[in-house]
């Protein structure tokens, strides 16, 4: 089987079930498919006029850019070769292929320079008569490109990294000018494939992504137009791109962000949700470092109003606070002070506060126990003083994380041993 490392969507050309991956039927070996081997040995990437009648193929076994005649639109059956055209002079290992929609500029992204690079095609759709125009590096997103794709009007550029299995996002002051390029933002297609190529919808509202190791094409619903920070995976929803280690999860009261807290980066991981409560529309925003504090962060909480963070670790058995200049934006974080639970746990891994901020509760990995701390400060942890416990040794001997009801009439547990959550009445 060929690894499949280039994709590319014809605008609006579907049927039964129009740009949903589900639906899709192949149309029958060999009426529908076309070798291209004869040409090159290691073909990375396709494109096709927007009237079907042309199809391009990449190849990094010549370096070469082939182009195909198709006698009946969109039916690679019918597909003639014509000609081809090099672009080993800028780059040994292109990856990805793209037009501009009129036909008269080419771009190429190649992964031994890690650089998009620009053509002018006097002749509209005819490579044969292309000329090399100015470059544009990605060396500093990722250092294996494999994907590229424009939006319809030309003034944003998509990359698919392989190194770091991300999509870069880039807006262009000038329309199809790739000198005018900027880096704006990146969306984290790990969790799904080792990605090689990249395509969207007409209208920007869906991303396709080709993966190596996997043979699959992935599909992803952007809630804003183009924008891949709203880019949501449409089966699921994984942290794993960004924390291969979650400890703990905390929502806003709203249900517009939430935050992960992970011990493979010591961090805090930023998402937002453009509906609220709905994973699937849960974008990264941001990472937050709290390794100078704890490299083992176990248990992660917010002051209701979102301008304090806490944080508890196991390496030091300490409770952490943090101002949040910006409520609920962690990047605006600043850590403030602590508050030692050694005496009570050496392996604290949940946190939780009462809503008034008078109470803190820890949950001890090493003890079994929920620990109660009265704050005579509200929300300042240096103002705490231990209260009491309560064990939960009988229900699971891993407890990782604490969780109340808003009115504290309930408590919740979960814990590693027996994979369960334990729900308590006050």
Avoid at 284 to 308: E, H, I, M, Y
Wanted: aromatic share 14%; with cysteine; charged share 15%.
């Amino acid at each position: 089987m060929r690894i499949p490392l280039g994709l590319r969507a014809a605008a609006g050309s579907s049927s039964g079930g129009p740009w949903n991956i589900a639906s899709a039927v192949y149309n029958g070996s060999p009426i529908n498919s076309y070798y291209v081997g004869t040409r090159d040995s290691n073909c990375q990437d396709v494109f096709f006029k927007p009237d079907g009648t042309k199809m391009y193929i990449l190849g990094n076994g010549n370096d070469n850019v082939y182009e195909y005649n198709l006698s009946t639109a969109w039916d690679i059956s019918t597909a003639s070769y014509l000609q081809s055209f090099s672009v080993a002079a800028q780059d040994n290992t292109p990856a990805g292929i793209s037009f501009k929609d009129d036909g008269t500029k080419m771009y190429i992204v190649g992964s031994t320079n890690d650089t998009v690079y620009e053509y002018n095609l006097s002749t509209a759709w005819n490579i044969s008569t292309a000329s090399y125009l100015q470059s544009f590096s990605v060396a500093a997103q990722d250092t294996n490109p494999g994907g590229l794709f424009f939006k319809t009007d030309g003034t944003k550029m998509y990359i698919v990294g392989v190194v770091n299995r991300i999509v870069y996002e880039y807006n262009l002051s000038t329309a199809w000018n790739i000198s005018t390029a900027s880096y704006l933002q990146s969306f984290s297609v790990a969790a799904q494939a080792g990605p090689q190529g990249i395509s969207f919808k007409d209208d920007g509202t869906k991303m396709y992504i080709v993966g190596a190791g996997s043979d699959n094409v992935y599909e992803y619903n952007l809630s804003t137009a183009w924008n891949i920070s709203t880019a949501s995976y449409l089966q699921s929803f994984s942290v794993t791109s960004y924390e291969t280690t979650p400890n703990g999860v905390f929502f806003k009261g709203d249900g517009t962000k939430m935050y992960i807290i992970g011990s493979s980066a010591n961090a805090v991981y930023q998402y937002d949700l453009s509906t609220a409560w709905n994973l699937a529309t849960a974008s990264f925003t941001n990472p937050t470092t709290v390794a100078a504090q704890d490299t083992l962060p176990g248990g992660l909480f917010f002051k209701t109003d979102g301008t304090k963070m806490y944080i508890v670790g196991s390496i030091n058995d300490t409770v952490y606070e943090y101002n949040l200049s910006t409520a609920w934006d962690i990047s605006t974080a600043s850590y403030l002070q602590s508050f030692s639970v050694t005496a009570q746990d050496n392996t604290p891994t949940g946190i939780s506060f009462k809503d008034d901020g008078t109470k803190m509760y820890i949950v001890g990995f090493t003890t079994d126990t929920v620990y109660e701390y009265n704050l005579s400060t509200a929300w300042n942890v240096t103002t705490a003083s231990y209260l009491q416990s309560f064990s939960v040794a009988a229900q699971d001997t891993g407890p990782i994380g604490i969780s109340f009801k808003d009115d504290g009439t309930k408590m919740y547990m979960i814990g590693t041993v027996r994979d369960s959550v334990w729900s308590y009445d006050l």
